[in-house]
């Protein structure tokens, strides 16, 4: 699924490349557009990945935000830039930036014809979620943001980049006030300094430093996906040379899901359908349906101290079978696939005795498995039965569609942890994505992109514009790489 390593690497050893007009710290998304706009106007730029491939998480993105694009125009699709600057600051209650919030809209359709430039197609515009708005533009191309990391990276074979894989910028060198390098470690353990005019930081956020997860986020211990070697590095770069800290905490809050298993999973599928859960204790204690939603369900989840249970009969485990989930989990796992997977994943599992499934042919059986209190968790089954008979939920007021009576023997629960596909903040940043320090200037020659910058978020990330993230970290990429070059034009 990954880039293999010779696509990534562009210069042979001997040809030590250590000064360029820009250096880009981190080969991701937001990475690899901030080179691609710096690269197509003539710039040379140095790109240092510390991983052994480039892409990072975006070669598990799926789709690009944007409003009032060309193609939405021809579908009719009504998503103005404006319409989505209110959304996303609404949400945030305005704790987002504004100027940073209204560079990425007003710049995003431009930049799905910029993508188009390269040679990627779309297959089609989505929304966030069911019946929201259509922004999410999905990349036609064998694993989507995979396509158009790979694909641009060709391109760089062909412009002035010179790629390092297995490289590590650990700090940045400053000289007279402003960042002119980067100092870096190889696989070697060698240290390089890189002499640049602007340097770009991209590093993906910090979703692996364990350190950094007890000191910002509520549930530390948040199952991070796709995400490999985000240690805060670039965060930490910027802040020692001085710019300030903006949105930390905020994470990408994703479904419930379960350390070792692939969104693919049948079993997760099973578990993360929008019928009964409960708590530790055995209470409901959110609207399960909010999973469409994903953020939400990860932000309740969290909220209860990071652990919970999906609940269900042997009805309902054959319908999930048989006629196919209701609830798609993205674009991993399809509305109305067969989970046939479902017996094996759950029983292999069973078998590594973790504590996270359980199965029993009575309720007080399966409340003693999971540690419960019996009457409990009977009471709070009680109630779910007689909301689906009443067609009603009297607590929190669930679309019908989404309640399901547990009655038939055997049972079954799966035990959940909160999960998230990054962090998303860090730097605080200006609408050119230049890092802002504590007295509210630029950090000369600095400039912090994708999930590595705070300003996009408020207190917590959203679903309502499909491909957010992944569109700020092109978008940002983007403004960043073409800025850097009116930077380093206004100071020859």
Known sequence: MNLP???????????????????VIGAGASGTAATMAAAEKGAKVILLEKQPIVGGT???????????????????????????????MDYSHWLANPFVVRAFVDKSADTIEWVKSKGIAFEYIGPGGPGGMLTWHVIDGPGHGRHLIKTFHEHFKTMGVTTYVKVAGKDLVMKDGKVVGVKAIDSDGKEITYESKAVIVATGGYANNKEMLEKYVSFPDTIMVGNVGKDGDGIKMAWKAGASE??????????????????????????????????NKGH?????????????????????????????????????INAGIDVPIGEWVLAQTKLTKFDGEFEKEQAKNRGFVFKSDTIDGLAKEMGMDPATLKATIEQNNHFATQ???????????????????????????????????????????????????P??????????????????????????????????????GENALQYISANK
Do not use: C
């Open 5 to 23: 390593l010779s696509h990534a690497a562009t210069a042979p050893a001997e040809e030590k490349v250590t000064s360029a007009d820009i250096i």
């Open 58 to 88: 975006g070669n598990f993105a799926e789709g690009i935000f944007a409003a009032n694009s060309s193609m939405q125009k021809r579908q009719g699709i009504i998503v103005t830039p404006d319409m989505a600057f209110k959304t996303i």
């Open 246 to 279: 903006d949105g930390m905490g905020v994470l990408q809050a994703y479904r419930p899901g379960l350390p070792g298993y692939a969104t693919n999973s049948h079993l997760l599928a099973a578990a993360r359908q929008p019928y009964l859960w409960v708590d």
């Open 284 to 320: 409901r204690f959110t609207d399960e349906s909010n999973v469409i939603i994903w953020p939400h369900s990860g932000n309740a989840l969290s909220k209860i101290g990071g652990v919970m249970y999906s609940i269900f009969d042997e009805d309902t485990k054959k319908h999930y």
């Open 391 to 441: 067609k009603r939920d009297d607590v929190f007021n669930k679309n019908m569609e989404y309640i399901r009576a547990v009655k038939t023997g055997p049972f079954y629960a799966v035990s959940m942890r909160p999960a998230a596909l990054g962090t998303l903040g860090g730097v605080k940043i200006d609408e050119k994505m230049q890092a802002i320090n504590k007295s509210g200037d």
């Open 443 to 480: 950090v000369p020659g600095l400039y912090v992109v994708g999930n590595d910058a705070g300003g996009m978020y408020g207190d917590t990330y959203d679903l309502l514009l499909g491909g957010g993230t992944f569109g700020f970290a092109l978008n940002s990429g983007r403004i960043a």
